[in-house]
């Protein structure tokens, strides 16, 4: 049984760039959240998507969207990259009643 | 609001010895209380989970974490730390099913030989 995978596992942009994140969740998982990791800090919530929907937003700017597909995997999208956006970007994924997130393994993203 | 505060930077402890690394949170309502550890470059690892029932929860590796809800805290304990157990352990809080973790900025525990 897979866990959650997330793509790419590195990347690099440069400032005002766009990038995209995916995620593919646990077996049996139907909800999405995304975090943000900057470094020496704990993660902090972007998102969650569920029903192809995003249900619940944390303290983040317009830049940062996503999109949840039927299988039930999932992709953020980051526009206009800054400097402060380089992180690591984990993804977690639940049933949709319980309290326990699966996270991936997380995408490392550095943006010059 | 939910936060929570993990009020050390980094935990040393030698092998063998007992560990504490601590937690406190705050949430409107019952708090759902987690601890994850993270290694080097990974993703997060679930450890243990305080929904609701027993103050004290047992997770994996032996881990367990008190509850206390007079003081606000959720303390991870291990009787006898391992080498391996060297990692960075972060507290959550979440307020209800399903709804976004508010995490703690994490504890770094050195386990030396």
């Known amino acids: 049984d897979a866990g959650v995978t997330q793509s790419p596992t590195h990347l690099i942009k440069t400032r005002g760039q766009q990038v995209t994140l995916r995620c593919s969740p646990k077996?049996?998982?139907?909800?999405v959240s995304w975090y943000q990791q900057a470094l020496g800090q704990g993660p902090q919530f972007i998102f969650q998507y569920y029903e192809e929907e995003e249900r619940q937003r944390g303290n983040f700017p317009d830049r940062f969207s996503g999109h949840q597909f039927p299988n039930y995997s999932s992709e953020l999208n980051v526009n206009a990259l800054l400097l402060g956006d380089s992180a690591l970007y984990l993804c977690?994924?639940?049933?949709?009643?319980?309290?326990?997130?699966?996270f991936g393994p997380g995408t490392r993203l550095t943006v010059l | 609001a939910q936060s929570v505060a993990q009020p050390e930077d980094q935990v040393n402890v030698a092998e063998g010895n007992p560990l504490t690394v601590k937690c406190t949170y705050s949430v409107s309502g019952n708090p759902y209380l987690f601890w994850y550890v993270q290694y080097p470059n990974r993703g997060l690892q679930f450890l243990l989970k305080?929904?609701?029932?027993?103050?004290l929860v047992k997770g994996s590796y032996g881990f367990e974490a008190e509850f206390n809800k007079s003081q606000t805290s959720f303390h991870l304990k291990k009787p006898s730390a391992l080498v391996s157990d060297s990692a960075l352990y972060f507290c959550?809080?979440?307020?209800?099913?399903?709804?976004?973790?508010?995490f703690g900025g994490g504890t770094r525990l050195m386990v030396k030989p």
């Open positions: 977690a994924s639940s049933l949709p009643r319980s309290h326990e997130q699966f």
């Open positions: 077996s049996g998982h139907d909800t």
């Open positions: 959550a809080v979440g307020g209800n099913a399903g709804n976004m973790l508010t």
């Open positions: 305080y929904i609701t029932g027993d103050n």
